[in-house]
């Protein structure tokens, strides 16, 4: 059986992004960027005051100097006058500084009577003074591609004149149940049917995560309707089944992918949960066989599915799978040949280590304890037994 490092690099190989398209600033939030991006104009584009007060001529100041006000400007309403010595201009937060002047002195160190000003001190040349350009140049690469886009990316976009980004495609995930026994959650018959659990855990995984996730009917255990199912996921970027995928009689999803064109790149794998995982390719679009059991689904969805949603999206994905350090709450015995993924519990010591404790009950179908659980610790395969309180591997889950 293939490891499962060997197993994800094989998944993310050959996955490259969906092309791209252009969204406005205000729906660009979550996506990745697939252009550098440059600012239209310089921020601020002109100088402007960081204060309330008067543009003067540092020169001119000093503590009992009289200046004369020559004009007011606003922010957004410029002076066309130009401060000559023994002259300043009234301006606010944000106006432009007006020619001649070098500094702003609050009106707070000030005495206003009419058209005149006494100063109560001097300033420096560019006090409260914002140059030109002192946030980024026009010119300047402000996003680049490859980098997802959050709220502050979004603002700095804005402050360079942006009005569209140009960014890849959300891909289209198809998510494929299959089984004679799996109802939609509120049917009621038949009275020993399993509702579809896996299927809505999963797009809620992969929407949160920037895919288009599609919920495609339930596929029944037989050739027939399995291979209708099959002939209605041309348009999309990923299809990811679950159940089917192990060696039992109705496990029909691999030899039903096999007759309509799948090119296999493995099937099984040395994990738990998870063993029954199958890549491969049908017409060119990647396809992952998950496990029925819905807790193995969901972990290799953290396994494989989203780096894979990452690559297809055009985001970094790091080489390897990303865990942190964290110590062992309870003794654990020596580990098979499969990577295990333990559901554990979260907790900080005093001195704010954290503490991966793994529930007694490790069920592949257990979704309340996988609720439950803060974290998955990740046990290489043949690992020792290892005692309470020893470092180990932990994905936090989401
Ligand atoms: N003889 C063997 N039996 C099994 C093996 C094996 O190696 N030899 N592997 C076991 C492992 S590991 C797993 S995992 C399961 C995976 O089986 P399948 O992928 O074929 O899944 P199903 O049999 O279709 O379903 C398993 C289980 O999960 C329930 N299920 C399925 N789909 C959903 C869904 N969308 N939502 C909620 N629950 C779902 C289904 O009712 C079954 O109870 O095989 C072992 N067997
Ligand atoms: O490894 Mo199977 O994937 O849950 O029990």
Redesign the pocket.
Known sequence: MLDVATARARILENLLPCGQETVALSAACGRILAQDVQARRANPPVCVSAMDGYAVRAADTRPGAVLRIIDEAPAGRPSARTVAAGDCIRLFTGSQIPAGADAVIIQENTQRTDQQVLLTQAVTAGQFVRPQGQDFAQGAVLLSAGSRLGPRDIGLAAAGGLVWLPVFRRPRVGIL???D??LLPGDTAPPDG??????FMLAALLGQNGADSIVLPVARDNATSLSSAFAHTRDLNMLIT???????AY?LVRPTLEKAGLVQNFWKIAMR????LMSGTLNGMPVLGL????V?ALVCSLVFVLPALRKLMGACVADTLETQTALLGADVPENDQRQDFLRATLQTTADGLPVATPFEQQG??QLNILAKSQALIVRPPRAPAQKAGTPCQIMPLP
């Open positions: 149940a299959t089984g026994e799996i399993i509702f579809n659990s896996a299927s679950i159940g089917g995928a192990s060696v039992g496990d949960p998870g063993k029954p496990p029925g059991n819905p193995a592949s179908a």
